[in-house]
């Protein structure tokens, strides 16, 4: 007597109905009110109306986002981080790094960039102008790392996101980051500050004695450099910069400065390092100051020539 195994067929879901299901239970269980973007499979909520210019793939946008994946594997909220800030083409916008201009012409990412889908089609289609807000879930299969996730960053396979994205018009930046400043020294009462009209806050602790500086002086100084979101990017015992080294926000405040004073600065990007941010070489190392970040200096001035 012969036996046989009965063999029942293994169906498997395809990505797209997986992303489907994803995004379904999260929309429920979290009762958003979101709109299906046509039949790409995205999801979108307008949280707050354009009020500024129209948006186009061409133009170069400041872009503040969080981004965390359906199953809260995955989450970047920090908005003062480089993950959560933009400053570039928005067509070469991709949602996760790598993205932007650095990769353009790079065959590699050709399709990714090319391709007429995903967070870029959303807030150009939908959100339409800047000095707004929109909230976009987007599947898997249309975001960078796919099916497969990303491991190095811990990003799970199949791993749908849920996106929420300021588009910052230019002419409005300083009102942003004004405001920024404003609510940073207020959280952390930092108190008895003055503003220049260039919109840069400073404190002088200690003011020092003997001659002033000038925008002409080689200062040499202790100082500590630190993000909004406290995370110290560099600092030095000693180091000696050349009047071309120096920033905007210096020029303005630190000629009010003596040998021995001591000095906090609190300055917007444009007084700094601009709006796609730098690396910047400090004495042996490099820093990295992400996209249009406010900045705080605190510095001692040790000497001048």
């Given amino acids: 007597m012969s036996l046989f195994a009965a063999c029942k067929k293994q169906e498997y879901q395809s990505i797209e109905e997986l992303d489907a299901v994803s995004i379904d239970s999260y929309i429920r269980a979290n009762n958003l009110t979101v709109q299906p973007l046509g039949n790409t499979g995205m999801y979108y909520q307008i949280l707050e109306e354009g009020k500024g210019n129209d948006i186009d793939y061409a133009g170069r946008y400041a872009l503040v986002y969080t981004v965390r994946s359906l199953d809260g594997v995955y989450s970047v909220t920090d908005t003062f981080a480089s993950a959560s800030r933009y400053f570039d083409y928005l067509g070469y916008f991709l949602g996760a790094a790598p993205q932007g ?136 015992d000693s180091l000696s910069y050349a ?36 690396s910047v070489g400090v004495g042996s190392g490099t820093i990295t100051i992400p996209p249009f970040s406010s900045v705080l200096y605190e510095l001692k001035l040790n000497d001048k020539k």
């Fill in 101 to 236: 201009s650095i990769i353009a012409s790079n065959p590699n990412y050709q399709g990714q960039i090319e391709r007429e889908e995903g967070l870029k089609m959303a807030i150009r289609s939908m959100l339409k102008k800047t000095d707004g807000q929109i909230r976009v879930l987007i599947p898997s299969r249309l975001l960078p790392y796919g099916r497969n996730g990303n491991t190095d960053l811990g990003i799970p396979s199949n791993a749908s996101m849920d996106y929420v994205i300021r588009v910052i018009d230019s002419a409005s930046m300083p009102a942003y980051e004004d405001t920024s400043i404003k609510s940073y020294l207020q959280k952390n009462n930092l108190t008895g500050f003055e503003r220049t009209e260039g919109g840069v806050y400073y404190k002088i602790t200690e003011q020092g004695a003997g001659d002033s500086i000038t925008v002409d002086s080689t200062i040499n100084i202790n100082f500590k450099l630190r993000l909004f979101n406290g995370a110290e990017v560099t600092s030095s």
């Fill in 243 to 278: 009047p071309a080294s120096w920033t905007d926000a210096w020029k303005a405040v630190l000629p009010k400065l003596k040998k021995g004073g001591t000095m906090t600065i609190v300055s917007p990007s444009s007084a700094t390092y601009g709006m796609p941010g730098a």
